[in-house]
């Protein structure tokens, strides 16, 4: 799943916080693209994703500290650039990398996993939200990779293709082949601007959109409810919280658009309340709607 170029500020910017505010080794080819992500967002949204960077930085840093690295920071890597591949670093990674969530890899002058499969390395996955609270979502497969999990292919696809029939036959908006032209939705699509959500356009899409998916959320824990709680807890932990991925990486949120603040979290090992949750076969798995409202 693509980044919004406010989300793309936010990785680079932390990176270039921790990377000693210089563009090179690792972040040497992400300042092009932070300039071009520059130029796509408004100045209060720039401001508020850089601050919240800062303070993910310092959280980075803290932990790492506490956690067994060595500083200086010997290189920052921006996993985004076309150019980067885990495997160039270490062939080791070659199987576990393989869609890895991280944003961000640190290495670090020494650490106490200098002689494991991480090495001097650590991974950041990075979320950022304007809500001063609440939860990052986890790592998203992918629609079709779920609906084949709860034996219900395309059904997704079937719900999406609905929903975009209402939209193209209200006759406003631009069709190209099967599907709505992109340049035209983002014409009238801008959640920040509040006179363009106050027409036609903005409130087709806006209405076509939720029910898309408050329908695609039912069907989902209709599916989960369908299946052994087992084979559910092993879906998660291995295809959406990634605990199996290597080199090791935490997930650092930034909360807020004033106030910043960050947190972490560790995805794998006995750390992690999550894990340790659906490793307890004690307590029985339950589900429910979110409604946070934030997305990348």
């Given at each position: 799943m693509s980044?919004?170029?406010?989300?793309?500020i936010n990785?680079?910017w932390?990176?270039?916080?921790?990377?000693?505010?210089v563009?090179?080794?690792?972040?040497?080819?992400?300042?092009?693209?932070y300039?071009l992500?520059?130029?796509?967002?408004?100045?209060?949204?720039?401001?508020?994703?850089?601050?919240q960077?800062?303070?993910?930085?310092?959280?980075?840093?803290?932990?790492?500290?506490?956690?067994?690295?060595?500083?200086?920071?010997?290189?920052?890597?921006?996993?985004?650039?076309?150019?980067?591949?885990?495997?160039?670093l270490?062939?080791r990674?070659e199987e576990?990398?393989k869609?890895?969530?991280a944003?961000?890899?640190i290495?670090?002058?020494?650490?106490?996993?200098?002689?494991?499969?991480?090495?001097?390395?650590?991974g950041v996955s990075?979320?950022?939200?304007?809500?001063?609270?609440?939860?990052?979502?986890?790592?998203?497969?992918?629609?079709?990779?779920?609906?084949?999990?709860?034996n219900?292919?395309?059904?997704?696809?079937?719900?999406?293709n609905?929903?975009?029939?209402?939209?193209?036959?209200?006759?406003?908006?631009?069709?190209?082949?099967?599907?709505?032209?992109?340049?035209?939705?983002k014409?009238?699509?801008?959640?920040k601007?509040?006179?363009?959500?106050n027409?036609e356009?903005?409130?087709i899409?806006?209405?076509?959109?939720?029910?898309?998916?408050?329908?695609?959320?039912?069907?989902?824990?209709?599916?989960?409810?369908?299946?052994?709680?087992?084979e559910?807890?092993?879906?998660?932990?291995?295809?959406?919280?990634?605990?199996?991925?290597l080199?090791?990486?935490?997930?650092?949120?930034g909360?807020?658009?004033?106030?910043?603040?960050?947190?972490?979290?560790?995805?794998?090992?006995?750390?992690?309340?999550?894990?340790?949750?659906?490793?307890?076969?004690?307590?029985?798995?339950?589900?429910?709607k979110?409604?946070?409202?934030?997305?990348?």
């Amino acid at each position: 799943m693509s980044n919004t170029p406010g989300a793309d500020i936010n990785e680079i910017w932390c990176g270039y916080a921790l990377n000693g505010y210089v563009w090179d080794g690792g972040m040497s080819g992400a300042k092009d693209t932070y300039d071009l992500r520059r130029s796509t967002v408004n100045i209060d949204e720039i401001r508020w994703r850089k601050g919240q960077a800062e303070v993910m930085a310092n959280e980075i840093r803290n932990f790492a500290r506490t956690n067994g690295y060595t500083f200086p920071i010997v290189n920052v890597h921006w996993t985004a650039r076309s150019d980067f591949s885990f495997t160039n670093l270490d062939s080791r990674w070659e199987e576990k990398s393989k869609d890895h969530p991280a944003d961000l890899l640190i290495e670090f002058s020494d650490s106490v996993y200098s002689g494991g499969p991480s090495g001097n390395f650590l991974g950041v996955s990075l979320k950022s939200l304007q809500a001063n609270t609440g939860k990052a979502p986890v790592k998203n497969p992918g629609a079709g990779k779920i609906a084949d999990f709860i034996n219900k292919p395309g059904v997704f696809d079937g719900i999406l293709n609905k929903y975009l029939e209402e939209v193209k036959n209200k006759g406003l908006f631009v069709v190209k082949q099967k599907y709505l032209d992109d340049n035209n939705v983002k014409k009238y699509w801008k959640p920040k601007d509040q006179k363009a959500k106050n027409t036609e356009h903005y409130k087709i899409l806006d209405e076509n959109k939720n029910k898309c998916l408050a329908e695609c959320c039912d069907k989902l824990i209709k599916g989960f409810e369908s299946l052994d709680e087992g084979e559910v807890r092993l879906y998660i932990l291995s295809d959406l919280l990634d605990t199996d991925k290597l080199p090791q990486y935490i997930k650092v949120t930034g909360y807020g658009k004033q106030k910043y603040r960050a947190s972490y979290d560790i995805p794998t090992g006995q750390n992690n309340k999550t894990f340790k949750a659906l490793m307890n076969m004690r307590k029985t798995m339950s589900y429910k709607k979110t409604s946070d409202g934030d997305s990348r």
